[in-house]
T-cell receptor, first 113, second 109 residues
Framework: GAVVSQHPSRVICKSGTSVKIECRSLDFQATTMFWYRQFPKKSLMLMAT?????????EQGVEKDKFLINHASLTLSTLTVTSAHPEDSSFYIC?????????FGPGTRLLVL | DAKTTQPPSMDCAEGRAANLPCNHSTISGNEYVYWYRQIHSQGPQYIIHGLKNNETNEMASLIITEDRKSSTLILPHATLRDTAVYYCIAERQGNMLTFGGGTRLMVKP
């Protein structure tokens, strides 16, 4: 299947700092990418849809000024968690689809101290 | 998108077939049935999908009932590495996926 990568795989940061997470489609171009968040023992929750060349679409309850999304190219989307707080600690997962099947990255575990 | 219902957990003996059920009684005609699994601390892995015909690939088989109201994912010879949460999702092709609770499959030696 198609390959989606994320970087970093895990990050620890201090409260109040910003963290950037990269999502790359390695063997295909993606005009749309999706960002999910997953808390321990919970299912994945869609945060936003990242669109190349236009603004991201955020799900209800997700603060767009806190979770900045930039879809800079057809193979790269970034999620920046601004002024991170301990409650932002979570597993962040991106996905993309080369055609009709959605493929997921390995996830980024964020711990905010 | 159609709601799916899965048992929260199942056990399976190593080497035996694992049969994971999924109910999607309100599925519409253009919605596919997708199966993904998530091994601990990893992103979801695509397994298989189908519309109304049974499907098979190197990972699993998907059996969809004739009325399309339920389906079963079959792992023919489960191994310990198949221990994961398995998600059944009914969605139109090309739409983003919404995850439910899934089934936590424990493969035991």
């Amino acid at each position: 299947g198609a390959v989606v990568s994320q970087h970093p795989s895990r990050v620890i940061c201090k409260s109040g700092t910003s963290v950037k997470i990269e999502c790359r489609s390695l063997d295909f171009q993606a005009t749309t990418m999706f960002w999910y968040r997953q808390f321990p023992k919970k299912s994945l929750m869609l945060m936003a849809t990242s669109n190349e060349g236009s603004k991201a679409t955020y799900e209800q309850g997700v603060e767009k000024d806190k979770f900045l999304i930039n879809h800079a190219s057809l193979t790269l989307s970034t999620l920046t968690v601004t002024s991170a707080h301990p409650e932002d600690s979570s597993f962040y997962i991106c996905s993309a689809r080369p055609q009709e099947t959605q493929y997921f990255g390995p996830g980024t575990r964020l711990l905010v101290l | 998108d159609a709601k799916t219902t899965q048992p929260p957990s199942m056990d399976c003996a190593e080497g035996r077939a694992a049969n994971l059920p999924c109910n999607h009684s309100t599925i519409s005609g253009n919605e596919y049935v997708y199966w993904y699994r998530q091994i601990h601390s990893q992103g979801p892995q695509y397994i298989i999908h189908g519309l109304k015909n049974n499907e098979t690939n190197e990972m699993a088989s998907l059996i969809i009932t004739e009325d399309r109201k339920s389906s079963t994912l079959i792992l023919p010879h489960a191994t310990l590495r198949d221990t994961a949460v398995y998600y059944c999702i009914a969605e139109r092709q090309g739409n983003m996926l919404t995850f439910g609770g899934g089934t936590r499959l424990m493969v035991k030696p």
